[in-house]
Nanobody
Framework: QLQLVESGGGLVQPGGSLTLSCAASGSTLDYYGIGWFRQAPGKEREGVSCISSSGSSTNYADSVKGRFTISRDNAKHTAYLQMNSLNPEDTGVYYC???????????????WGQGTQVTVSS
């Protein structure tokens, strides 16, 4: 059973950066696409970025293009989300998901992490 654990969240000032990590255990991550999602209070969960199992294909929500970078290291069973130029609208709980396919629809994913809080505030 694949298990995912996110880390790296925290409080950051507007314009700052954070890197989130998603560590997998229980199964190899090689065969899974990874998606990052976020949910702000009172809002629906939205897709932020996704990456194919090999890492050769990525996709981003328009709101984060040019600011966020998704990557993965299958040898370390870990995926990452580098977030730059953060603004208050980026605040929320960020979740790492995995499935055999990948995309920005949260309902496509079978495996979910517990989430990590990101707060962008001065």
């Amino acid at each position: 059973q694949l298990q995912l654990v996110e880390s790296g969240g925290g409080l950051v000032q507007p314009g700052g950066s954070l890197t989130l990590s998603c560590a997998a255990s229980g199964s190899t991550l090689d065969y899974y696409g990874i998606g990052w999602f976020r949910q702000a209070p009172g809002k629906e969960r939205e897709g932020v970025s996704c990456i194919s199992s090999s890492g050769s294909s990525t996709n981003y929500a328009d709101s984060v293009k040019g600011r966020f970078t998704i990557s993965r290291d299958n040898a370390k069973h870990t995926a990452y989300l580098q977030m730059n130029s953060l603004n208050p609208e980026d605040t929320g709980v960020y979740y790492c998901n995995a499935d055999e396919s990948y995309g920005l629809d949260p309902f496509e994913y079978a495996y979910w992490g517990q989430g990590t809080q990101v707060t962008v505030s001065s």
